[in-house]
């Protein structure tokens, strides 16, 4: 329990705004994305600078408080925020500054990937993100990061350059190849574990307009697509991405009316070319297998980035399931058409993101992030308006889940899992896990960060944790 010297205390040494209980702004500022999350922090700190997070973090240690870390708020476990402890929120630290001579872009930590990619798009750049562009820069960053570009660039941990963090202790570091590189090493898949990051330093790689969208096939057709989809992705050109999805059309434009509402499958494209490129490159699916209902064409790529943010505004109630797959099996994909079949509310659905290419280049050794040798990431998620479907969207993700799990790799992408205990985090780091225990001993020894897919420091003496230097 904070004692009100301690707020007023605080208060005072904080630029940005504290809201605690009973504050004018209180219940807006402890909602995240996914409404399922209904967590009341004893104090929100939106941060305005470094300054701001040093301060909130020694308030925090003086009293012994739980921290969670918050960036855009998008995580669906909903751990940006906590129950009976401090909000360190960055929202406010929301700035872009593009360097078009290096082709660097440095992103503050409040950061959407909408405001990246508005501001590198003037310049005919982008950095490699996810699919939705609402979602935070921070936290699809420390997790690894796919998306459209995944193929071509990597993980957008393959084109972070820095971060200026501060730690546990409050200190103030940058992390990079030349500075303070093991926790440069641990960032980069780690995610929230060592410290606050307060901005970020990005490659931006030339990206300007893409041809891109969705083609849908009705759910008969799914077996046969996926099965051309897996053969296809692996050696198509990596300037051709495109994640797989079961789904149910959306109801409303631009899709047909006679399509609304009905269960399918899809392929959402983005190429990084021309359209008469693009379309020599589909000529084998659209001849093969031609879709029911296709919306692919040029667009800027900030356009297919806001695609589907739309369809899934904040406030829905969200539960994941996740794995990596090293293949796509005749007997996985039966599963996957029982499942889909089922899809229990129309914002459910399926995502299959391929990880070949550049991903599959950068050696497993050199960033935390370490299931590179996986060829897709899959996330199953129940999605509804509607708490009453809460039980109805879980157990068809659960259901989902066990039934692909045993064809999987063992681990999942930590951005897509819900708190599922120390097992599966532990399965998700694999090898890497010993190393970023360690790391985590060196840079925050009591485990103050630990509401994220957390990672325990090593204990002195842990046999099972030492690890050879890389
Ligand atoms: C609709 C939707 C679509 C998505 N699509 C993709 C996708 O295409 N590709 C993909 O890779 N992921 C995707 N994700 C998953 C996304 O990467 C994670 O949910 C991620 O955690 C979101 O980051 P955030 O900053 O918004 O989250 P928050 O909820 O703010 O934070 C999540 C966690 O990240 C850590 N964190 C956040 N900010 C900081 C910081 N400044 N310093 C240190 N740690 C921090 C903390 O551990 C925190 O608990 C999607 C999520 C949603 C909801």
């Known amino acids: 329990m904070l004692v009100q010297q301690t707020i007023t205390e605080f208060r005072g040494q904080f630029r940005g705004t504290v809201f605690v209980p009973g504050d004018a702004g209180y219940e807006d500022a402890r909602k995240v994305y996914n409404a399922m999350i209904d967590r009341k922090p004893a104090l929100i700190a939106q941060c305005n600078d470094a300054a701001d997070v040093i301060a909130a973090v020694r308030m925090a240690k003086a009293n012994t408080l739980r921290v969670s870390i918050r960036g855009g708020g998008h995580n669906a476990a909903g751990l940006g925020v906590c129950d009976d402890g401090l909000v360190i929120d960055l929202s406010p630290i929301r700035y872009v500054r593009v360097e078009p001579s290096s082709r660097t872009v440095r992103v503050g930590a409040g950061c959407r990937w909408s405001d990246v990619d508005h501001a590198t798009h003037a310049f005919g750049l982008a950095v490699p993100s996810g699919i939705i562009s609402s979602t935070g820069v921070a936290g699809l960053t420390l997790g690894g990061g796919m998306g459209h570009l995944t193929r071509k660039y990597g993980l957008t941990i393959d084109s972070l350059l820095a971060v200026d963090m501060v730690l546990a202790d409050g200190s103030f570091v940058v992390a990079s190849m030349e500075q303070n590189e093991d926790l440069f090493w641990a960032v980069r898949g780690g995610g929230g574990n060592f410290g606050v990051v307060t901005s970020f330093l990005f490659e931006a790689h030339p ?54 509402l009905r269960k399918m499958c899809a392929i959402v494209w983005c190429y990084q070319g021309s359209t008469e490129e693009a379309n020599a490159i589909l000529r084998s699916i659209r001849t093969y297998r031609p879709p029911a209902f296709e919306h692919v064409g040029s667009m800027p790529f900030p356009m297919l980035q806001g695609m589907f943010d739309g369809i899934y505004p904040t406030g829905l109630h969200w539960y994941w399931k996740a794995d990596f797959f090293n293949e796509l099996s005749d007997g996985a994909i039966a599963k996957h058409l029982e499942h889909a079949s089922r899809l229990p509310t129309w914002h459910s659905t399926m995502h299959l993101y391929p990880m070949n290419g550049k991903v599959h280049r950068v050696s497993e050794s050199e960033t935390a992030f370490s299931y590179r040798d996986a060829v897709w990431s899959e996330v199953i998620v129940g999605v509804d308006s509607d708490p009453a479907n809460r039980e109805k969207i879980i157990q068809w993700a659960r259901a989902y889940y066990d039934a692909l799990h045993p064809f999987g790799a063992g681990g999942a992408y930590v951005n897509f ?37 957390n990672v325990r420091p090593a204990a002195l003496g842990d046999d099972d944790l030492h690890v050879a230097p890389h």
Not at 214 to 226: F, H, K, S
Not at 227 to 254: C, D, H, L, S
Not at 424 to 438: E, K, N, P, S
């Open 417 to 453: 899992m819900m708190e599922e205990g120390e097992d599966r985090v532990r399965a998700t780091y694999r090898g890497h896990y010993a190393r970023l225990a360690a790391i985590k001993a060196k840079y925050d020894p009591e485990n103050f960060f630990r509401v994220n897919q």
């Open 207 to 260: 990206v300007h307009t893409v041809c891109a969208g969705p083609m849908l096939w009705n759910l008969e057709d799914a077996g046969v697509v996926m099965k051309w989809y897996r053969e296809f992705i692996t050696q198509a050109p990596e300037e051709m991405n495109g994640f797989f999805a079961m789904m149910t059309v959306p109801p409303g434009p631009p899709f047909p009316e006679e399509l609304r």
